[in-house]
């Protein structure tokens, strides 16, 4: 085989569509929240983070109470053991508001049972 057809045979498949692979299973225990305003450390930028669903250490010396309330100290504290990449306390301190609600209500929903988080989702996706 020449050169040229290899190319021929290599364009033709490019143009081909690949299908789509089936999109991934979400994970129920992880919640992905999207800066507006990107956290930047360095030369590193964060506009994504992974929260994930607290385990009981996580919430060693933390008050239930205060974090049901979205109490903020509370929730600054809680953030660095739960995401991932892992925001350190001073970062999310000095979040923008939106994203500050953002990670919270995150934190809170896990609080829910599964079916509620689900139905929650539903509801939300209705009125967006």
Known sequence: ?????????IDELKKKEAPTPPPMPSNPDIETIE?????VRG????????????????????????????DVDTVI?????VSTPTILEHEVANLD???????ST???????????????KAEASLTA
Do not use: C, H, W, Y
């Not at 085989?1 to 021929?8: E, H, P, R, Y």
């Not at 800066?35 to 956290?39: C, H, L, S, Y």
């Open 43 to 70: 030369d590193l930028t964060i506009s994504e983070v992974n929260i994930n669903k607290p385990k009981t250490g996580a919430l060693r010396g933390l008050s239930l109470s205060d974090l049901l309330k979205l």
């Open 77 to 81: 504290k809680l953030v660095p053991r």
């Open 35 to 39: 800066f507006n305003e990107p956290i």
């Open 97 to 103: 508001p939106s994203d500050f609600l953002s990670i």
């Open 106 to 120: 995150a934190v809170v929903g896990f609080f829910a049972s599964t079916e509620q988080r689900k139905k929650a």
């Open 1 to 9: 085989m020449s050169k040229d057809t290899s190319a021929a045979i």
